[in-house]
C-alpha cells in the first residue's frame, strides 16, 4: 500500500523538474510554431504532474540504500559458499 504524505514545502534542495523549467522558457520563446503550442501544452503537464510527486526523504533514501547494501552482501556470501560447496564437490569427484 501507497504511504501518502502531504508536500514539505520547507524542505529545501536541488529541483528535479529543472529540464522542464528550461524547456518551458524556450517554448515560451517560440509557441506560435508549427506543433509547437501542443509540445508547449505537454510540457506544462508534466510539469504540473511533477508538482504532485511527493519524492522520498533522505531518511527514506538512506535506509531504503541500506537494505539494498545489506541483502546484496547476503546474496554474494551465498552465492560464494554455493559456489566453494560446487566446486569443493567436483574436485572430489574428478
Known amino acids: 500500500m501507497v504511504e501518502r504524505r502531504s508536500p514539505k ?4 534542495g536541488s ?3 529543472w529540464p522542464v523549467r528550461i ?3 524556450c517554448l515560451q520563446a517560440y509557441p506560435e510554431s508549427v506543433g509547437m ?8 503537464e508534466c510539469y504540473a504532474e511533477l508538482r504532485k510527486v511527493v519524492w522520498p526523504s533522505r531518511e ?3 535506509s531504503s540504500v541500506k537494505v539494498v547494501i545489506v541483502s546484496t552482501v547476503i ?6 559458499a554455493v559456489d566453494s560447496l560446487l ?3 567436483i574436485d572430489l569427484i574428478f
Not at 37 to 44: G, H, L, R, S, W
Not at 75 to 80: E, I, T, Y
Open 23 to 25: 524547456l518551458t522558457v
Open 37 to 44: 503550442k501542443k509540445i508547449f501544452q505537454f510540457v506544462k
Open 9 to 12: 514545502p520547507n524542505v529545501v
Open 75 to 80: 546474496a554474494a556470501l551465498f552465492l560464494w
Open 60 to 62: 527514506d533514501v538512506i
Open 15 to 17: 529541483s528535479p523538474t
Open 87 to 89: 566446486f569443493r564437490g
